[in-house]
């Protein structure tokens, strides 16, 4: 099947008709097509009113993204020091945390965590002028999309196995994987560097109305309404990536689920969503056993 194209119920031929811009969006609410039925309920990014952010706590969000950081080294999402996560702290979402200039994730502390403006041109000209790449993607997508309050952008090892391969699309093979089924965005129109402003918005377009996006030959990129929210995703996207990469390492046929079945786990996530709050809160937990200097 090539990249850019929808699954059918057989899993291997390609709808007749190609998305436009090598995307393959989630499913329009309240429509049915081969990737089942979703409905609002599916939708993870609650588009909540604005007002909704007014009671934001900035020293609670560095101490989230801070242990959002540290939890990405350990589980070996990172890479380098060349990834970015960052979370907003106004209520219309371009003013935002994100790390330091080629700080390693294992270090970052939440009180050297950087303020930026999206609306400010004269960013990359500051002292502390964060990562050219980490700006052109976050600074786009936080100008755009108020409610990507958490905006989390790196390679993990499989995710970025799975987005090398000419059809890198991750199919219902058990609970994990069929969390991002019919509402993961496929990219396959990496258009320059991600230092390149152009690239950014045109990354910041390409997940709008989406939480989940798999970069073809970059990496992946998640949104949430919360830097736990965001966090769970990143978590099971990577961990879904490595069972296909598993699976597809045996050389023997797949088993998916049929589209009903996998539609309905897609929406048994969409009812468990404050799991990810008590995952988050027990990894912090575990953090502050270890090494509670993220809060710092």
Not at 182 to 200: I, K, L, N, Q
Request: charged residues 25%; contains cysteine; hydrophobic residues 40%.
């Amino acid at each position: 099947m090539a990249f850019g194209t929808r699954w059918t119920q057989n899993f291997g031929a390609a709808e007749s008709a190609m998305v436009p811009s090598g995307l393959v969006p989630t499913t329009e609410l309240g429509q049915t097509d081969a990737m089942g039925t979703i409905d609002k309920a599916a939708v993870f990014i609650v588009e909540d009113e604005l007002s909704g952010f007014e009671e934001l706590d900035e020293a609670q969000i560095r101490v989230d993204l801070a242990a959002a950081f540290r939890l990405a080294a350990r589980f070996d999402l990172h890479e380098s020091v060349a990834n970015h996560f960052s979370a907003a702290v106004s209520p219309d979402g371009k003013q935002f945390l994100c790390n330091p200039k080629w700080r390693h994730f294992s270090l970052v502390r939440a009180s050297e965590l950087i303020l930026l403006d999206a609306d400010d041109p004269s960013t990359m000209e500051r002292p502390d002028a964060p990562d050219p790449s980490a700006w052109c993607i976050h600074g786009a997508i936080h100008q755009r999309i108020p409610a990507a309050r958490a905006v989390l952008h790196c390679h993990p090892p499989y995710a970025s196995a799975l987005i090398g391969l000419a059809d890198p699309t991750i199919p219902p093979l058990d609970q994990a994987t069929a969390r991002f089924w019919g509402r993961t965005v496929y990219d396959s129109e990496m258009g320059g560097p991600p230092d390149d402003p152009a690239e950014g918005a045109r990354v910041a377009e390409a997940i709008e109305g989406h939480s989940v996006m798999m970069m073809g030959n970059h990496g992946v990129t998640v949104v949430g309404e919360s830097v736990a929210h965001a966090f769970e995703e990143l978590y099971y996207l990577e961990r879904a990536c490595r069972t296909t990469v598993l699976a597809l390492s045996t050389g023997r046929p797949l088993s998916p689920m049929g589209d009903d079945l996998a539609d309905s786990v897609a929406r048994m996530w969409t009812r468990s969503a404050d799991q990810g709050l008590a995952h988050f809160a027990e990894m912090k937990n575990i953090l502050d056993r270890d090494d509670p200097s993220y809060r710092d």
